[in-house]
């Protein structure tokens, strides 16, 4: 994600988002974890979709050879 993308995602201006890496550093580190978080959340519902196919196409009762 680029800074202008961020700054829109937050709703304010890239001035903004600059102050607050200067003045607010434990809420840019707060900021940091929440998309940290947001980013490992998706992965996983990707990763348990993933298990889902292959639940599911090696319990059709055939031999899965390639």
């Excluded at 992965?43 to 090696?58: A, F, P």
Aim: aromatic share 4%; net charge positive; charged share 40%.
């Amino acid at each position: 994600m680029t800074r202008k993308e961020l700054a829109e995602k937050l709703g304010i201006s890239l001035r903004s988002l600059d102050n607050w890496e200067k003045e607010k550093p434990d809420l840019v580190k707060l900021i940091n974890q929440g998309l940290a978080l947001d980013e490992s959340i998706e992965e996983t519902k990707r990763h348990l979709e993933r298990l889902e196919e292959i639940k599911n196409k090696s319990s059709n009762g055939k031999f899965q050879l390639k």
